[in-house]
């Protein structure tokens, strides 16, 4: 029975590249996936895009692909598979990040490489001829005005299946949903009909446990003394040998860090899994409650057991807006008495602004290490004083001027006291805000740009 195998590239847009190099050259892929879009990601994507018509994909595009197109379309003498990649780095400009991936293979010499590019998950000129739709906060669209910066759809299968048909080497995405990716190469190698919603939540199934990346090789596993993972700095990223039936050998690299058995497929499975039992995705509802895992050797585990059922009928659209301005400033107190210290610095901070009228929508004040995470109740049992603390204050502003002036306080406390404070810091960024709302499927028009390299 024919083998399919896909790995993993990335989990996020920021993920290391080593370990997909070490996909690429020593685990005889088929399809390498590059996984890159989150949902503020493609805000932040179409907020640079706004600035420069020529942004809007992923700042890491050109270094993945200098270093992944050599092993790329190889093995038509037979030596190896051929090799194809699948990415939706293209965030908020897929055909610029087609374009420059074409200009990155003429810079190799690579001839004869089909790149093909995907859009139309740009949905924000559909939502603003009806500007009275709700978002699930309640906010209208008519509401946020200018502050309105993106709106994408989550597109499926279709385009990338597509573009496979049409001989892509290399395919460039906006935002996809992430198993999707995953599930395209699957339905097009072993022609599994749209309509096939067993295949297709197998498929996804693939796609979910593969989609984070190192995730399930042991990266967000790893809990020293509890759940170990051996040599982490090396992670290897995941890849999987996939059938025509759907079922999967979950794997990676050999010699390559990290682990993989039956107890990080279970946590991958339900990471981000509202219902098990319905896990909605663009190409089909994903039931998961009947899968199981089994392993099959040192880092090889099978996974099967995935049903699916019909498709939703809408699509899911991720709408990005700006929503203010976060200023935020820290400072250290180290030594015996520290923790007072830190403590009477944040009672000046939080009464300085009261005395100065600063304006802010939310405030966050905490010594990092102490309270930040649990609140003053559980960061009051700790079994000892620390030596060191970090005050943070931060705060939320419709005004970028109020903002500044939160920083600004904290940065006072050098010589207004208490004493011993230093490593001060101060910042100021804008809040990129994001929302959702469901739109008909007939509302997203699909369109497939080519570049091809002679």
Known sequence: MKTLRI?????????????????????????????????????????????????????????????????????????????????????????????????????????????VALSGDDVLATLLRDPSQVLDNGKTLASLGERLI?????????????????????????????????????????GWAAHDWSLLGRGTLVGHLL??????????????????????????????????????????????????????????????????????????????????????????VLAEGADGRARPPSLKVSVGYLDGWIGEGQISYGGPGALARGRLAREVVLERLKLTGVVFEEIRAELIGVDALHGAELGSRADSEPWEVRLRVAA???????????????????????YGGGGASKSVRQVVAVASLLLPRDAVALQIHSEDLA
Do not use: W
């Open 396 to 418: 939320r502003c419709a005004d970028r001027a109020e903002a500044v002036r939160i920083g600004n306080e904290v940065e006072t406390l050098y010589t207004n006291g208490p």
């Open 7 to 115: 790995g993993s590239g990335a989990g996020y847009s920021g993920d290391r590249i080593e370990p997909a190099i070490e996909l690429a050259e020593h685990g005889d892929l088929d399809y390498l996936v590059f996984e890159c879009l989150a949902e503020r990601t493609i805000a932040l994507a179409q907020q640079a895009r706004l600035l420069d018509p020529q942004a809007g994909f992923d700042p890491l595009l050109g270094e993945r692909m200098r270093r992944v197109l050599p092993f790329v379309g190889r093995g038509a003498d037979g030596s190896r598979r051929r090799l194809r990649v699948i990415t939706n780095m293209g965030a908020a400009n897929p055909l610029a990040a087609a374009q420059e991936v074409r200009r990155i293979a003429g810079e190799l010499g690579l001839a004869g490489l089909k790149v």
């Open 211 to 300: 989609e984070c990346a190192g995730q399930i090789s042991g990266g967000y596993f790893a809990d020293p003394g509890f759940k170990d993972v051996p040599d982490l700095a090396r992670l290897g990223f995941p890849l999987a040998e996939v059938d025509a039936t759907g079922r999967a050998v979950i794997s990676k690299v050999a010699g390559s860090g990290g682990r993989i058995d039956t107890a990080t497929c279970t946590e991958q499975m339900i990471y981000e899994v509202h219902d098990p039992a319905a896990y909605l995705t663009p190409d089909v509802s994903a039931d998961f409650s009947g899968v199981s895992f089994s392993v099959q050797g040192p880092d090889r």
């Open 150 to 190: 993106s709106a994408n759809a989550y597109l499926g299968v279709d385009g990338i299946v597509e573009a496979l048909r049409a001989d892509a080497d290399v395919v460039i995405t906006g935002r996809v949903a992430d198993p999707s990716l995953f599930l395209a190469p699957q339905m097009f190698e072993f």
